[in-house]
């Protein structure tokens, strides 16, 4: 049975339904520091190699090669060096430190000449010395790894918490109600944590076509959720694999 606020044309006024608005607000706050610390990793990802690029080579000097000793029990290098920028005011020798690999620091000695990529930034200085690509990559290869990793989980978890319910409001907004039927209820993870329920309908018109889709929900809707039963979904016409199950969706449509 479609409910009266459905039979509306649409678009229609939508608002969150009640105990949904605090979960979703709490799910965004807890993801915006990991957010941070995301952008804060891509940024130094594309920001050194990109300052290596732009900014011109100066003369500079190895002081000292030194190691330290990990929590893991490795090893790890480290160059400190001597730079002369190139500009008429300020200090004319800066010294920096930086990692370095097991192979860098095997072929660097003392007093060898190298080339910097140096810049100024008001009161601070930043530089890295020039280097092979192998060495770079061998260097920085973790932090790679890291920050495609860390960014790949938290644009799809972006896209659960910004994404799926701005798009769950539009189908509510300006869907298609029909009459579907759930086809399984289940539950994943430890302790049976994650909740989906699975469900299907078919599009109004003369030729109606069977679509399914499967949505994760809270406890409380997997609990009055059962297999066989009816259910409305809230379908994009023009691309009905875009739908929605209207009484999970966290949203609720306005009687005009």
């Known amino acids: 049975m479609i409910p009266p606020e459905l039979r509306a044309s649409p678009p229609r006024a939508v608002r969150r339904r009640r105990g949904f608005r605090w979960s979703i607000v709490a799910e965004r ?23 290596i690029l732009l900014t ?14 990990t929590a893991r029990g490795g090893t790890k290098w480290h160059v400190n060096f001597a730079y002369f920028p190139q500009r008429p005011a ?22 060898d000449r190298l080339l910097v990529h140096q810049a100024r930034f008001g009161a ?7 280097r092979t690509f ?3 990559a061998r260097d920085w290869w973790f932090v790679w790894a890291w920050a495609l990793v860390w960014n790949s989980i938290m644009l799809a978890v972006l896209y659960s918490a910004w994404i799926v319910p701005m798009r769950y409001k539009r189908l509510v907004r300006e ?21 989906r329920v699975k469900y299907e ?26 297999a066989g039963d009816s259910i409305v979904v809230l379908y ?17 449509a306005e009687l005009a």
């Open 29 to 51: 706050l807890f993801i915006l520091p990991h957010t941070l610390v995301g952008l804060i990793i891509l940024f130094i990802v594309v920001g050194d190699p990109l300052f």
């Open 90 to 111: 300020g200090p004319n020798r800066l010294v920096d430190n930086q990692s370095i690999t097991p192979d860098e620091a095997s072929r660097l000695h003392r007093g």
């Open 175 to 195: 869907g298609e109600p029909v009459v579907g039927r759930i086809m399984a209820v289940n539950s994943t993870g430890k302790s049976g944590t994650f909740h």
């Open 134 to 136: 192998d060495d770079y």
């Open 236 to 252: 994009d016409p023009r691309r009905p694999h875009r739908n929605v199950a209207y009484q999970l969706s966290g949203f609720s």
């Open 201 to 226: 309908f078919r599009t109004a018109g003369l030729s109606p076509i069977r679509h399914a889709n499967e949505m994760t929900v809270t406890s409380k809707e997997y609990d009055g959720a059962s």
């Open 56 to 69: 011109p080579a100066v003369p500079g000097e190895v002081n000292t090669i030194s190691s330290t000793h």
């Open 124 to 130: 601070v200085h930043y530089a890295t010395i020039a």
